[in-house]
């Protein structure tokens, strides 16, 4: 517990401080459950600085993501209140150490969920649905890392903005999404390349942090992982993600 705290530590200095560090590797090399604990370890301490966790974040859930860091396994983190961004702010780049933008689906949950659970019961739960963006910034240095890196570091997760919330009827099934960068599209897909339809990503939510004694809250936040590579960040960027049907989420990059 003492090399998995040193770890937690590790991470979370990382985060906080935005300085790069090295992977885990040899002997320090972290397997999957081992990481999940030093995630859990990590926000502890953030947790202790006031923070606190409104959701979670599903990671990999599209083949474009899992090409572009080279792993082929859905994964999970947590969401604070720090880490959110108002529609329309503005983000300090020096705040992050590889800062990169992801187009994403938020889920607001109405009802607890926990376990194996379906489709049609995860989507009961869900309040409303918005369209969203995910601020990843892994905290290793040259951008390389591993499975085990990515997890112990809340799989990437760093910030997130989320549009005007929609009726949970909204059809999200097959939803054309824009990347924009200072206007320009930098990325193109669909809801559907989001494990075939964003809701299997809340239902693996569900199941997967219930390994880990949580529960998806009514009230949680649960982004459903990007649809597209994510697209990297530059100072003076204004950063647009354009849902069909759903509306947009924005911000920009303070020069």
Same mark, same amino acid.
């Given at each position: 517990?003492? #090399? ?29 459950? #081992?990481?999940?604990? $030093? ?5 502890? =301490? ?5 923070? =606190? ?12 993501? !899992? &090409? @572009?860091?080279?792993? #082929?396994?859905?994964?999970? +983190?947590?969401?604070? /209140?720090?880490? =959110?961004?108002?529609?329309? +702010? ?17 889920? %607001? ?16 739960? $869900? ?36 549009? /005007? ?11 054309? !999404? %824009? %990347? ?6 930098? @990325? ?34 649960? &982004? ?8 990297? %960040?530059?100072?003076? !960027?204004?950063? =647009?993600?354009?849902?069909?049907? &759903? ?9």
């Amino acid at each position: 517990m003492s #090399d998995l705290a040193n770890a937690a530590q590790i991470v979370d200095e990382a985060a906080r401080t935005a300085n790069a560090i090295p992977q885990f590797t040899g002997d320090q090399a972290l397997g999957l459950d #081992d990481a999940y604990a $030093v995630q859990a370890l990590s926000l502890a =301490r953030r947790y202790a600085r006031g923070e =606190r966790r409104v959701g979670f974040k599903m990671g990999l859930t599209s083949r474009a993501k !899992m &090409l @572009q860091v080279g792993v #082929d396994e859905v994964i999970w +983190g947590r969401l604070t /209140n720090a880490m =959110r961004v108002e529609e329309g +702010g503005e983000v300090a780049m020096e705040s992050y150490v590889h800062p990169r933008a992801e187009p994403e689906i938020a889920f %607001l949950l109405a009802e607890p969920l926990s376990g194996d659970i379906s489709a049609v019961q995860a989507m009961a739960a $869900v309040e409303a649905v918005a369209p969203a963006v995910e601020i990843i910034d892994s905290r290793y240095q040259n951008f390389k890392f591993s499975l085990g890196d990515v997890v112990a570091d809340n799989s990437s997760s760093s910030g997130f903005i989320v549009g /005007n919330w929609c009726a949970p009827e909204s059809d999200i099934s097959n939803l054309g !999404m %824009l %990347l924009e960068a200072n206007g320009r599209v930098v @990325q193109a897909g669909s809801s559907a390349a989001i494990l075939g339809h964003p809701v299997r990503a809340l239902v693996a939510a569900a199941r997967m942090v219930a390994k880990w004694g949580e529960t998806l809250q009514a009230g949680d936040i649960v &982004l459903a992982g990007a649809a597209t590579a994510a697209h990297h %960040l530059q100072p003076g !960027m204004n950063i =647009r993600v354009s849902v069909q049907n &759903l509306g947009s989420a924005s911000f920009s990059v303070r020069k």
